[in-house]
Protein backbone atom coordinates (compact mmCIF):
# COMPACT_ATOMS: atom_id res chain seq x y z
CA UNK A 1 0.00 0.00 0.00
CA UNK A 2 1.32 3.74 -1.06
CA UNK A 3 1.87 6.09 1.94
CA UNK A 4 1.22 9.73 2.12
CA UNK A 5 2.96 11.53 -0.50
CA UNK A 6 4.05 14.98 -0.59
CA UNK A 7 5.80 17.03 -3.02
CA UNK A 8 8.32 19.22 -3.00
CA UNK A 9 10.19 17.75 -0.52
CA UNK A 10 12.52 20.83 0.21
CA UNK A 11 11.75 24.51 -1.17
CA UNK A 12 13.47 27.65 -0.74
CA UNK A 13 12.33 30.88 -1.20
CA UNK A 14 12.84 34.60 -0.44
CA UNK A 15 10.56 36.06 2.37
CA UNK A 16 6.93 37.64 0.33
CA UNK A 17 7.34 34.93 -2.09
CA UNK A 18 5.01 32.39 -2.43
CA UNK A 19 4.55 29.02 -2.52
CA UNK A 20 2.58 26.16 -2.39
CA UNK A 21 3.11 22.44 -1.15
CA UNK A 22 0.99 19.26 -2.53
CA UNK A 23 -0.31 15.76 -0.74
CA UNK A 24 -1.39 12.93 -2.17
CA UNK A 25 -3.18 10.76 1.08
CA UNK A 26 -3.54 6.62 1.52
CA UNK A 27 -6.28 5.75 -0.93
CA UNK A 28 -9.42 5.52 1.00
CA UNK A 29 -7.99 7.75 3.67
CA UNK A 30 -11.33 10.43 4.02
CA UNK A 31 -9.33 12.51 6.45
CA UNK A 32 -6.26 14.71 5.82
CA UNK A 33 -4.32 17.06 7.99
CA UNK A 34 -1.40 19.43 7.71
CA UNK A 35 1.14 20.16 10.11
CA UNK A 36 3.80 22.59 10.90
CA UNK A 37 7.13 21.49 12.58
CA UNK A 38 9.23 24.39 13.37
CA UNK A 39 12.98 22.70 14.27
CA UNK A 40 12.64 21.67 17.62
CA UNK A 41 9.14 21.40 18.21
CA UNK A 42 6.62 19.20 17.81
CA UNK A 43 3.94 19.17 15.18
CA UNK A 44 1.34 21.52 15.03
CA UNK A 45 -2.31 21.21 13.59
CA UNK A 46 -2.91 23.88 10.71
CA UNK A 47 -5.93 22.34 9.11
CA UNK A 48 -8.02 19.00 9.09
CA UNK A 49 -10.08 17.76 5.95
CA UNK A 50 -13.14 15.31 6.27
CA UNK A 51 -13.38 14.65 2.46
CA UNK A 52 -13.67 18.11 1.14
CA UNK A 53 -14.77 20.03 4.12
CA UNK A 54 -12.79 21.89 6.62
CA UNK A 55 -13.28 20.20 10.31
CA UNK A 56 -10.71 22.54 12.07
CA UNK A 57 -8.18 25.31 10.62
CA UNK A 58 -8.55 27.75 13.94
CA UNK A 59 -4.68 27.17 14.31
CA UNK A 60 -4.02 28.17 10.31
CA UNK A 61 -3.28 31.55 9.60
CA UNK A 62 -5.93 32.76 7.49
CA UNK A 63 -4.20 36.03 6.88
CA UNK A 64 -1.56 33.96 4.65
CA UNK A 65 -2.13 30.27 4.51
CA UNK A 66 -4.91 28.75 2.66
CA UNK A 67 -5.50 25.29 2.15
CA UNK A 68 -7.91 23.06 -0.29
CA UNK A 69 -8.93 19.47 -1.19
CA UNK A 70 -11.28 20.03 -3.73
CA UNK A 71 -11.65 16.61 -4.69
CA UNK A 72 -12.09 14.99 -1.61
CA UNK A 73 -9.03 13.44 -2.18
CA UNK A 74 -5.79 15.21 -2.64
CA UNK A 75 -4.44 18.68 -0.90
CA UNK A 76 -2.83 21.94 -1.94
CA UNK A 77 -1.24 24.14 1.44
CA UNK A 78 -0.33 27.80 0.30
CA UNK A 79 1.59 30.84 1.86
CA UNK A 80 1.32 33.90 0.09
CA UNK A 81 3.43 35.77 1.36
CA UNK A 82 5.97 33.94 2.90
CA UNK A 83 7.83 35.11 6.45
CA UNK A 84 10.99 34.42 7.93
CA UNK A 85 8.81 32.75 10.62
CA UNK A 86 6.91 29.95 8.18
CA UNK A 87 10.53 28.19 7.74
CA UNK A 88 9.50 24.84 8.89
CA UNK A 89 9.06 21.10 7.79
CA UNK A 90 5.38 21.06 6.42
CA UNK A 91 3.71 17.44 7.14
CA UNK A 92 0.48 15.81 5.89
CA UNK A 93 -1.04 13.13 7.49
CA UNK A 94 -4.08 10.83 6.66
CA UNK A 95 -6.48 8.34 8.57
CA UNK A 96 -9.21 6.38 7.30
CA UNK A 97 -11.98 8.89 9.52
CA UNK A 98 -11.29 10.95 12.50
CA UNK A 99 -13.51 7.96 14.33
CA UNK A 100 -10.03 5.87 13.11
CA UNK A 101 -7.47 7.94 13.84
CA UNK A 102 -4.33 6.49 13.64
CA UNK A 103 -2.75 9.18 11.48
CA UNK A 104 -0.17 8.07 9.04
CA UNK A 105 2.08 10.97 7.88
CA UNK A 106 4.27 11.75 4.90
CA UNK A 107 7.99 12.45 4.28
CA UNK A 108 7.45 16.62 4.48
CA UNK A 109 8.32 19.53 2.87
CA UNK A 110 10.99 21.37 3.99
CA UNK A 111 10.30 24.84 3.97
CA UNK A 112 13.49 27.56 4.11
CA UNK A 113 12.81 31.74 3.93
CA UNK A 114 15.36 33.59 3.59
CA UNK B 1 -7.04 22.97 27.36
CA UNK B 2 -4.87 19.93 26.34
CA UNK B 3 -0.92 19.80 26.70
CA UNK B 4 1.63 17.45 26.43
CA UNK B 5 4.91 17.48 28.25
CA UNK B 6 7.83 15.73 27.56
CA UNK B 7 10.50 17.06 30.05
CA UNK B 8 13.19 14.89 28.81
CA UNK B 9 15.23 17.21 25.82
CA UNK B 10 17.80 14.71 25.17
CA UNK B 11 19.05 10.78 26.37
CA UNK B 12 21.98 9.19 25.05
CA UNK B 13 22.63 5.55 26.16
CA UNK B 14 24.97 3.12 25.12
CA UNK B 15 23.33 -0.30 23.18
CA UNK B 16 22.18 -2.41 24.74
CA UNK B 17 20.22 -0.38 27.91
CA UNK B 18 17.30 0.11 28.36
CA UNK B 19 15.59 3.55 28.37
CA UNK B 20 12.21 5.18 29.23
CA UNK B 21 10.95 7.89 27.99
CA UNK B 22 8.33 9.88 29.86
CA UNK B 23 5.13 11.64 29.69
CA UNK B 24 2.76 14.02 31.00
CA UNK B 25 -0.33 14.57 29.59
CA UNK B 26 -3.27 17.27 30.34
CA UNK B 27 -6.81 17.23 29.22
CA UNK B 28 -10.37 17.77 30.85
CA UNK B 29 -11.85 15.51 27.91
CA UNK B 30 -12.79 11.94 30.49
CA UNK B 31 -12.14 9.98 26.74
CA UNK B 32 -8.94 9.88 24.41
CA UNK B 33 -6.32 8.64 22.90
CA UNK B 34 -2.84 8.75 23.48
CA UNK B 35 -0.24 8.17 20.66
CA UNK B 36 3.73 7.87 20.58
CA UNK B 37 5.39 8.37 16.96
CA UNK B 38 8.99 8.21 16.03
CA UNK B 39 10.67 10.63 13.80
CA UNK B 40 14.26 9.36 12.51
CA UNK B 41 16.71 11.54 10.37
CA UNK B 42 14.48 10.70 7.38
CA UNK B 43 12.00 13.16 9.05
CA UNK B 44 8.99 10.81 8.61
CA UNK B 45 6.94 10.25 11.38
CA UNK B 46 6.10 6.66 12.28
CA UNK B 47 2.70 5.31 14.27
CA UNK B 48 3.99 3.37 17.29
CA UNK B 49 0.84 2.37 19.43
CA UNK B 50 -2.30 4.50 20.02
CA UNK B 51 -4.05 3.77 23.59
CA UNK B 52 -7.52 4.64 24.51
CA UNK B 53 -8.64 5.98 27.89
CA UNK B 54 -10.73 4.06 29.02
CA UNK B 55 -7.76 1.29 28.76
CA UNK B 56 -5.07 1.12 31.45
CA UNK B 57 -3.54 -2.15 30.55
CA UNK B 58 0.14 -1.90 30.27
CA UNK B 59 1.52 -3.81 26.79
CA UNK B 60 4.68 -4.57 24.94
CA UNK B 61 5.67 -5.15 21.40
CA UNK B 62 9.18 -6.47 20.85
CA UNK B 63 11.58 -4.50 22.74
CA UNK B 64 9.08 -1.70 23.02
CA UNK B 65 6.57 -1.38 25.97
CA UNK B 66 3.92 1.35 27.19
CA UNK B 67 2.94 2.15 30.68
CA UNK B 68 -0.25 4.37 31.04
CA UNK B 69 -0.82 5.66 34.43
CA UNK B 70 -4.49 7.70 34.24
CA UNK B 71 -3.51 8.72 38.23
CA UNK B 72 -0.71 10.26 37.36
CA UNK B 73 -1.67 11.49 33.77
CA UNK B 74 1.76 9.49 32.53
CA UNK B 75 2.15 7.60 29.61
CA UNK B 76 5.95 6.56 29.58
CA UNK B 77 7.37 4.03 26.86
CA UNK B 78 10.61 1.95 27.30
CA UNK B 79 12.57 0.28 24.95
CA UNK B 80 14.53 -2.69 25.99
CA UNK B 81 18.53 -3.35 24.65
CA UNK B 82 18.25 -0.46 22.97
CA UNK B 83 20.13 -1.06 19.35
CA UNK B 84 21.96 2.00 17.68
CA UNK B 85 18.68 1.98 14.71
CA UNK B 86 16.11 3.28 17.56
CA UNK B 87 18.43 6.78 17.56
CA UNK B 88 15.55 9.21 16.50
CA UNK B 89 12.76 11.68 18.00
CA UNK B 90 10.10 10.24 19.66
CA UNK B 91 6.77 12.15 20.49
CA UNK B 92 4.36 11.38 22.71
CA UNK B 93 0.30 12.68 21.54
CA UNK B 94 -2.98 13.40 22.88
CA UNK B 95 -6.05 13.23 20.91
CA UNK B 96 -10.04 13.63 22.59
CA UNK B 97 -11.94 10.80 21.10
CA UNK B 98 -14.34 13.44 19.20
CA UNK B 99 -15.08 14.80 15.93
CA UNK B 100 -12.00 16.15 15.03
CA UNK B 101 -9.32 13.92 16.97
CA UNK B 102 -6.62 16.21 16.03
CA UNK B 103 -2.97 15.37 17.73
CA UNK B 104 -1.31 17.77 20.34
CA UNK B 105 2.22 16.53 20.33
CA UNK B 106 4.48 17.05 23.24
CA UNK B 107 7.92 18.83 22.15
CA UNK B 108 9.98 15.18 21.71
CA UNK B 109 12.68 13.36 23.42
CA UNK B 110 15.93 13.07 21.50
CA UNK B 111 17.20 9.24 21.82
CA UNK B 112 20.80 8.66 20.80
CA UNK B 113 21.77 5.30 21.31
CA UNK B 114 25.82 4.49 20.70
CA UNK B 115 27.29 1.53 19.95
Known amino acids: EAGVAQSPRYKIIEKR ?26 PKLLIQF ?31 PAKLEDSAVYLCASSLSFLRNEQFFGPGTRLTVL | AQK ?24 RDTTYYLFWYKQPPSGE ?18 RYSWNFQKSTSSFNFTITASQVVDSAVYFCALSPM ?8 GAGTILRVKS
Open chain 2, 4 to 27: VTQAQTEISVVEKEDVTLDCVYET
Open chain 1, 50 to 80: QNNGVVDDSQLPKDRFSAERLKGVDSTLKIQ
Open chain 2, 98 to 105: EYGNKLVF
Open chain 2, 45 to 62: LVFLIRRNSFDEQNEISG
Open chain 1, 17 to 42: QSVAFWCNPISGHATLYWYQQILGQG
